[in-house]
């Protein structure tokens, strides 16, 4: 059975820190992918890939989210705050080139609470 609402991965947190104690960095790090996974069921986002840098590829990770169905204004806002090739409209992907750091599923998660800002101001 897995966890499919927020109450639940709060229980499951609460419960294995009265158990165990303090989270060693892998169980937090199973947290947070667990949080990223319902924020982005949440949000109509079924696909995050972490495409890792590679010697004579790319520098730096790049992180691809889909689909996220952006209105025109929003994808222009995008454009600008993450560049002009951030946003593919056929494909409905965001691509964004991140830190090694940026990769992770807490940073991942201040991503996507950033990319719903955006598109949050972009409507009002």
Not at 1 to 16: A, K, P, Y
Not at 30 to 41: K, N, P, T
Not at 44 to 53: E, K
Not at 110 to 117: F, Y
């Amino acid at each position: 059975m897995g966890v499919t609402t927020f109450d639940e991965l709060h229980d499951l947190r609460d419960e294995w820190l009265d158990r165990y104690g303090p989270l060693p960095a892998p169980a937090q790090g199973l947290l947070e992918l667990g949080e990223l996974r319902l924020v982005c069921i949440e949000h109509g986002v079924n696909s995050v890939v972490v495409l890792p840098a590679r010697v004579g590829i790319r520098t730096k990770p790049v992180v691809k989210v889909a689909p996220l169905d952006l209105s025109f204004s929003q994808q222009m806002r995008v454009r600008r705050t993450l560049g002009s090739r951030a946003y593919d409209e056929g494909t409905k992907e965001l691509r964004v080139e991140v830190s090694n750091e940026g990769a992770t599923p807490h940073a991942l998660l201040e991503l996507l609470a950033t990319l719903v800002a955006v598109a949050e101001e972009a409507n009002a």
